[in-house]
């Protein structure tokens, strides 16, 4: 089974209109994955883009639930919102994906995770691992979540894979991004990391100076980094270019052009 | 805690054109509810009506997986449209019961429950119950499954409620219907019972000739007392019109007219 990542950059762009949504870049991802497919079983993950962080940062949903209940429901509104908006994302993937007759079918992340302080402290995979089985392609995204400590926290597509990883130990991860992979320093400045050993992502993070949180609500490619380190104790990373045709392909079969971390 | 069933044919007109949504009337429902809560806490699940119905019939969900791997990929497609056209009634819910400024949250029934031959076999309630103490209205809805026996098929919202009560123990259930409650014989000939034992259902179901399965894909009036049956271990159970405003005011209330299981 192979994780696919497809970040919210890749499909959309944040500083754009909101909802804006590349379907032919989708698009092009699901017909590289119907070449693999029904061989090769997937789960697709997405990012929010222009769908859900302008909500999430309206509303202040990483600050959780509040005593006073005119600003606790304010917030209980913004993080239905912000569901529905992650919702709308999903169904233009479905769409696409099932444009190309593939069976991706949208599991909503926020029905069957719980998270504390944002990292996930329970999820039930029962309906995910059959679904697999029913040679569906589970299709999750980056969404809101009931936090134990907080009431309520956004919970990324990157923890997402980093539990999923974790419990059902996939061939291989793909994180597709808007640049060809990880940089030693500046995308476009530093050099492209081809290969990257696990116990050497600590001292890339320290060059990147990966110390304060990242540019969006969910981090940028430091937290990508930080979960790479664990998802790498389970499974093959890859991170890739997700606009340029064939590097999705190219990380499926193991010799693609982008970043290995091994 | 409340649970609220709104039948597909109170808020759609399943003869009408595919997906007509009568928000007028679901709206009216959330000002309702919006006069109980936070006071009182609900769940609510809708039916399909001309959103879910057509899409699996169309697929012919309910006849499961098959072995032929050409027929099974038209049925799983079929069953991912399906979710997609509930997904969109149920985010006309959503948005009607924002507009009452309450914080209806979509939770997937597909994302939570396992069906055995439509039945629920595993539910998992961790999410609904976190929902509900954080002072949510989780909004469910009848969605397709996947099936132990079959692989896939169609949990109905009448099916859901009975579950949520087994689990639940609701103060009350209130099912909407298009008609003012149950009637002893034909809607608009036999007379409207306005009250009813949970041992006299048996006779009922006799007296409507309720041994063949009912007119719709999730069963009509006869399974809605087979499972008020049930539900009546648990709870009080109301059947009253969700078309007339007032009605639900008066089930919550418990003088309201329609009919009362006790």
Redesign the interface.
Known sequence: MIIVKVGGSVFSDKKGKPENFEGATVRSIAREISKFYPRKSFIVVHGGGSFGHPEAKKYGIREG?PEDWKT??FR??G???T??AM??AN?RF??EF?RE?L??????T???F?TENGEVA?G?L??VE??LE???IPVLFGDVS?DLAK??DILSGDQIITYLAKMLEPEKVVFLMDVDGVYDGKPGEGSLVQSLARDEIDSLLERLRCTASGTDVTGGICNKLEEAKKIAEHSEVWFVNGKVPGRLSGAIRGDGFGTRIV
């Open positions: 639930l606790a429901n209980r509104i993080f239905t919102e569901h529905q919702l709308r169904a479905i769409e099932v007759n069976p991706a079918f949208s599991v909503s926020s029905s069957v719980i329970y039930d029962e309906v059959r679904l029913l040679r569906f009931v009431g309520i």
